[in-house]
């Protein structure tokens, strides 16, 4: 489909979400629930919900919208999809089931959403899910996404807070998609960096998550909307010191131009504003700051590994054609919760 067949990007994907700070204070107001079943909610800031229906088997849930960040309707389903899915993956469960949300405005073409579905549709396809059916709505702009059911093993969960020291952390995706998509907007963006960044957003984290099956996990999470450093500060949770090797960290080769042009996102913004006083730089690299705390959609898995096996780990996740690394380590609690090196 040619890009003018549709004009309704504006900017989208996880750069529409909520900062983080304007969030966290909503849902500290909100009441705890009380229920022994319930082994994951929302307190933990955990990738998805977990509920416990017997002892050896609980149910996953999340959801996950926003508006396009491609012109493109069929790319844009598909990385839509890909992105509610990874919760599930992060969690270390299997996808079962989804359901499409959709807001849609009626006088728009209606084949536009059609291709959107299509593209979720095989996402979901691929997780080895059902599609059920969704929701709609007539609305003034467009957003899609998934709500999505899996399940798990209760003793089997990788919850996103549970790190120890001397874990090995390694990345399963390149960062920069925020700042690559920020250029496609203002047309400073080559078609092949583009579709280096859809390759990436497309990549289901199934097969990472398939892969870490085999090793020693203490704790996971997809680096999303907060980005890579808004979602390790949430890992380590005050309790442990992150020290991350910038040389390490894999992200789109252009996304360093990007950011020394000032193509960053408000989100990204916002991400520094929340959780730059917890990290600590020991570079003189502005771009790669704001590769750090660059917003991603459907970005990869962020895995607190044990030392042990993160060597063999990591090659296998190579093979995997996705750019990724061991990008730091979780150490002794320091003054900062967050070290760049």
Not at 175 to 184: I, Y
């Amino acid at each position: 489909m040619r890009e003018k067949e549709i004009v309704f990007c504006k900017g989208g994907g996880c750069t529409a979400k909520l900062g983080a700070g304007v969030l966290g204070k909503i849902l500290d107001k909100l009441p705890r629930q009380k229920d022994e079943n319930l082994l994951i909610g929302f307190e933990g800031s955990d990738d998805a919900a977990v509920y416990k229906l017997a002892d050896n088997l609980a149910i996953v849930q999340t959801l996950d919208f926003f508006p396009p960040m491609v012109d493109d309707p069929y790319t844009f389903g598909q990385i839509a999809a890909a992105n509610a899915l990874s919760d599930i993956y992060a969690m270390g469960g299997d996808v079962k089931t989804a359901l499409n949300i959709v807001c849609f405005p009626e006088s728009y073409d209606m084949n536009i959403l059609g291709k959107i579905l299509q593209g979720g549709a095989e996402k979901v396809a691929e997780a080895g899910g059902v599609l059920c059916g969704g929701h709609s709505i007539n609305d003034d702009g467009v957003k899609y996404g998934l709500s999505v059911t899996g399940v798990i093993d209760p003793n089997k969960i990788r919850p996103n807070d549970k790190c120890q020291k001397g874990d090995v952390l390694i990345l399963t995706k390149p960062l920069g998609v925020g700042l690559v998509c920020s250029a496609a907007r203002v047309n400073m963006c080559h078609e092949k960096t583009m579709a280096e960044a859809v390759k990436s957003m497309t990549f289901l984290n199934k097969y990472a998550a398939k892969i870490a099956d085999e090793f020693d996990i203490h704790a996971c999470t997809d680096v999303t909307g907060f980005g890579l450093l808004g979602h390790l500060s949430e890992m380590t949770k005050g309790s442990f010191t992150a020290v991350i090797d910038s040389k390490n960290v894999p992200y789109i080769k252009n996304a360093r131009k990007f950011a020394d042009e000032f193509l960053y996102t408000a989100a990204a913004q916002k991400n520094r504003n929340f959780v730059g006083d917890k990290v600590k730089f020991y570079i003189d690299d502005f771009a790669m700051e704001e590769i750090l705390f660059d917003p991603q959609t459907s970005g990869g898995l962020l895995f607190a590994v044990s030392e042990k096996d993160a060597l063999n780990m990591l090659e296998k996740i190579k093979t995997l054609g996705m750019p990724c690394g061991i990008i730091g380590k979780i150490e002794e609690k320091e003054d900062f919760e967050i070290k760049v090196i």
